[in-house]
Nanobody
Framework: QVRLVESGGGSVQDGGSLTLSCSTT?????MAWFRQAPGKEREGIAG????????YYDDSVKGRFTLSLDNGRRLMSLQMNDLKPEDTAMYYC???????????????????????WGQGTQVTVSS
């Protein structure tokens, strides 16, 4: 069982920065950051394919957020710059193995493809 623990959330002003960290017991096949605002669907914002190192971003965060993965430290980070009020949400770290990934279709954004989830960390951006 993979255990994911997020940290680094908080409250910042519009235009501020935060870095989220996800500590994992194992660097899984696919890993990603999701977020969920009240009353909204959980959305994928950044994902990484472990072996190839390919990184993907949702258009809403492209150019502002940077995902990085330190395999040795088993740590995935999300550097968030130029934060906006619409970035306010609970942020989740997710990971999955090959079997769970292939069980469901869609892109890296499909939350059903991820088997393991952290408890979430809150990010609040005020204007």
């Amino acid at each position: 069982q993979v255990r994911l623990v997020e940290s680094g959330g908080g409250s910042v002003q519009d235009g501020g920065s935060l870095t989220l960290s996800c500590s994992t017991t194992y660097v899984e096949y696919r890993m990603a950051w999701f977020r969920q605002a009240p009353g909204k669907e959980r959305e994928g914002i950044a994902g990484i394919y472990r072996d190839a190192g390919d990184i993907y971003y949702d258009d809403s965060v492209k150019g502002r957020f940077t995902l990085s993965l330190d395999n040795g430290r088993r740590l995935m980070s999300l550097q968030m710059n130029d934060l906006k009020p619409e970035d306010t949400a609970m942020y989740y770290c997710a990971a999955t193995d090959v079997l769970s990934w292939t069980k469901f279709g869609g892109t890296w954004r499909n939350h059903r493809r991820y088997r393991f989830w952290g408890q979430g960390t809150q990010v609040t951006v005020s204007s």
